[in-house]
């Protein structure tokens, strides 16, 4: 593609790296932001403020695809039992996506860069556990009233980096499901990406008021064509499902954030660098 202008080519990469994005989120169940991000800094050398909401509305688009790919595997009728904490989180996310997305707008680059540094390790350490521990169907909390009462406080928690890293927060909502709650890895996952489509939708509309969304060039250029390639890529993943054992995919996106995480950190370090020779 050496006759093709730098936009085109930029476009197709982004395509095609968001195909392979979409089949990782459509088997895990995830927005396909965790595997974004790299992607965005490393590859594409954004800038952790511009890449954050670039992740958080094609990680909307995904969404969406894997939600719908994976309701053939995991039908509305054995989601419902588990409605009440689907409102509660659901309730408690948009409240702290709202507050992330409000400290997006408050961080300065070093420290917005050092935030998403420390998030992206810890969220890599609890996959590769959660890939590498064998799972236990034991519910940690009892109780309607109590889980009700756990489940918004989590979803405050869990929306407000959600919001912050502009990802959808399956890494953390599906732990939640299945560790808090005893609910089924597959459905889990299900259950996540309904708790995540709120938590963006919100984040999306704070950014808006503090005008942090993307401008139509980088939605033509990126935007556009990473959620044309996730909704390709979710369709893929989803009807993959069970196939591929999703532990081996966990340790690997977990090592890769962890990675990542690095990289960020350093450039935060940089940036202080470069604040105390001015």
């Given amino acids: 593609m050496r006759w093709a202008s730098p936009g085109v080519r930029l476009a197709g990469g982004a395509f095609v790296a968001a195909v392979g994005i979409g089949i990782l989120g459509g088997l895990i169940g995830l927005g ?13 050398g954004m800038a952790a403020r511009a890449a954050v909401p670039v992740n958080l509305c094609v990680s909307l688009v ?4 894997a939600l719908l790919a994976r309701g053939g595997t ?18 408690g996310g948009i409240l702290g996506a709202t507050l992330g997305a409000r400290q997006l707008a408050r961080l300065s680059d070093r420290r917005l860069d050092a935030a998403v540094a420390a998030l992206l390790a810890t969220i890599g350490c609890v996959l590769v556990l959660q890939g590498v521990l064998p799972g236990q169907a034991v519910s940690l909390v009892s109780g309607t009233l109590t889980q009700l009462a756990v489940a918004v ?28 709650f005893a609910v089924p890895v597959k459905i889990a996952g299900s259950l996540s ?18 005008d942090l969304l993307p401008g139509r060039s980088t939605l033509a250029r990126i935007v556009a064509p990473m959620a044309a390639g996730s909704l390709l890529g979710a369709a893929i993943g989803g009807a993959l499902l069970g196939l591929v054992p999703a532990t081996l995919l966990e340790i690997g996106l977990g090592v890769l ?3 990542t995480a690095a990289h960020t950190w350093r450039r935060s370090r940089a940036h202080s660098a470069g604040e105390i020779a001015r």
């Fill in 153 to 180: 406080v989590a979803g405050v928690a869990i929306g407000a980096v959600a919001s912050l890293l502009g990802v959808a927060g399956g890494e953390l909502l599906i732990p939640t499901f299945v560790l808090a």
């Fill in 62 to 65: 995904t969404l969406a695809g």
């Fill in 74 to 91: 995991v039908p509305l009728a054995v989601m419902l039992p588990h409605l009440h904490l689907v409102v509660a989180l659901a309730a």
């Fill in 193 to 210: 990406a309904l708790v995540s489509l709120a938590m963006i939708l919100a984040g999306l509309l704070r950014m808006a008021r503090d």
């Fill in 257 to 259: 954030l962890i990675g």
């Fill in 32 to 44: 396909g932001g965790e595997f974004r991000l790299p992607v965005l800094i490393l590859w594409l």
